[in-house]
């Protein structure tokens, strides 16, 4: 048995959003290591059942629910979070600040209370400035970051001091901050209005769209993981670090989103007319990640090709299809 499985076995662990995307693909690795797991879910049903899995209905603002949530938890996850594609960002950019700031200070603080040995809450890289180099833990600087990312960019900072806040007060209960890369993979969203590039490129790939439209040039340099790996890192991160840290969970490797279309498109075998449309929203033009950081203290180091995670997220969304026709 490896040190991971020893680390969770038999533990009291609480994902919170455990119906989303994240969420679900953590909570069924928990399960494969034996932890006993309980996940809160809210707008969105569960969609991974399992003996070992204690599914709450929670409202994660109302500070009743969170008590009930983190009671006789060991390890708590931070999984839920308001989170939309760029469309619906351009057009409400408040719509992930007041109700993540009030979920996240909320389970913060509850788990506090409650003893919970060690928390780990999902930030984002939209908390650095704009670079040409791939950004490393030390680059963020308050206030200063791409101006599409102003109003999450504020959230997710100011959240990591809340973090770094309970790391340091009486009876401190350690904290670990990761932010990771665009994340694609099974039980991602799908949806029109909501999605994020990845998927969106999948779905019209296999709803065999012609002509394929491709929002802006194509040319947006992004740093893609696998949820898979994320998954992993989180783990690695909660078993291995002991004190407040933030680490970037990412692949190092730099991708354009038409190297992400271009890539479904092989995997499809598919040809279609492709069309650029610079009048659609898009965020940030390039964004590379410094990974060493995470390699060292916790030793990850994304596995899965872009070619590999994109396969098995098709055929994971071609099934769903099927079994919802």
């Given at each position: 048995?490896?040190?991971?499985?020893?680390?969770?076995?038999?533990?009291?662990?609480?994902?919170?959003?455990?119906?989303?995307?994240?969420?679900?693909?953590?909570?069924?690795?928990?399960?494969?290591?034996?932890?006993?797991?309980?996940?809160?879910?809210?707008?969105?049903?569960?969609?991974?059942?399992?003996?070992?899995?204690?599914?709450?209905?929670?409202?994660?603002?109302?500070?009743?629910?969170?008590?009930?949530?983190?009671?006789?938890?060991?390890?708590?996850?931070?999984?839920?979070?308001?989170?939309?594609?760029?469309?619906?960002i351009d057009?409400?950019?408040?719509?992930?600040?007041?109700?993540?700031?009030?979920?996240?200070?909320?389970?913060?603080?509850?788990?506090?209370?409650?003893?919970?040995?060690?928390?780990?809450?999902?930030?984002?890289?939209?908390?650095?400035?704009?670079?040409d180099h791939?950004?490393?833990?030390?680059?963020?600087?308050?206030?200063?970051?791409?101006?599409?990312?102003?109003?999450?960019?504020?959230?997710?900072?100011?959240?990591?001091?809340?973090?770094?806040?309970?790391?340091?007060?009486?009876?401190?209960?350690?904290?670990?901050?990761?932010?990771?890369?665009?994340?694609?993979?099974?039980?991602?969203?799908?949806?029109?209005?909501?999605?994020?590039?990845?998927?969106?490129?999948?779905?019209?790939?296999?709803?065999?769209?012609?002509?394929?439209?491709?929002?802006?040039?194509?040319?947006?340099?992004?740093?893609?993981?696998?949820?898979?790996?994320?998954?992993?890192?989180?783990?690695?991160?909660?078993?291995?670090?002991?004190?407040?840290?933030?680490?970037?969970?990412?692949?190092?490797?730099?991708?354009?989103?038409?190297?992400?279309?271009?890539?479904?498109?092989?995997?499809?075998?598919?040809?279609?007319?492709?069309?650029?449309?610079?009048?659609?929203?898009?965020?940030?033009?390039?964004?590379?990640?410094?990974?060493?950081?995470?390699?060292?203290?916790?030793?990850?180091?994304?596995?899965?090709?872009?070619?590999?995670?994109?396969?098995?997220?098709?055929?994971?969304?071609?099934?769903?299809?099927?079994?919802e026709s």
């Amino acid at each position: 048995m490896n040190n991971r499985a020893d680390f969770f076995c038999e533990k009291k662990v609480l994902v919170t959003g455990g119906a989303g995307f994240v969420g679900t693909n953590l909570v069924k690795k928990l399960v494969e290591l034996k932890a006993n797991v309980r996940a809160t879910f809210y707008r969105k049903f569960p969609q991974y059942e399992h003996k070992n899995i204690e599914y709450v209905f929670t409202n994660l603002k109302d500070s009743s629910y969170v008590k009930d949530a983190v009671r006789d938890m060991d390890y708590v996850f931070m999984c839920a979070a308001v989170t939309s594609g760029a469309a619906v960002i351009d057009k409400d950019p408040l719509i992930h600040v007041h109700p993540n700031t009030e979920m996240n200070s909320m389970v913060l603080d509850e788990a506090h209370k409650a003893g919970v040995k060690k928390f780990l809450f999902i930030s984002s890289t939209v908390v650095y400035p704009e670079t040409d180099h791939p950004v490393c833990e030390d680059d963020m600087e308050y206030g200063n970051f791409f101006h599409k990312y102003f109003f999450a960019g504020w959230m997710k900072q100011y959240s990591e001091v809340m973090c770094k806040m309970h790391s340091m007060i009486k009876n401190p209960m350690p904290v670990i901050v990761v932010r990771p890369a665009n994340l694609y993979g099974e039980y991602d969203d799908f949806d029109w209005e909501t999605s994020h590039m990845p998927p969106a490129q999948i779905r019209k790939v296999v709803e065999r769209h012609n002509p394929i439209t491709v929002w802006g040039d194509g040319n947006d340099v992004k740093d893609l993981l696998y949820v898979g790996d994320f998954v992993d890192g989180m783990l690695l991160a909660m078993e291995k670090i002991q004190n407040f840290e933030i680490l970037n969970i990412a692949s190092g490797v730099s991708v354009t989103t038409m190297d992400v279309l271009q890539t479904a498109l092989q995997i499809e075998g598919y040809s279609p007319e492709i069309v650029f449309d610079a009048s659609k929203p898009s965020m940030i033009p390039k964004r590379l990640i410094d990974t060493s950081k995470a390699e060292k203290l916790i030793g990850f180091k994304a596995q899965t090709s872009l070619y590999d995670g994109m396969k098995a997220t098709m055929e994971w969304y071609k099934k769903v299809k099927t079994q919802e026709s």
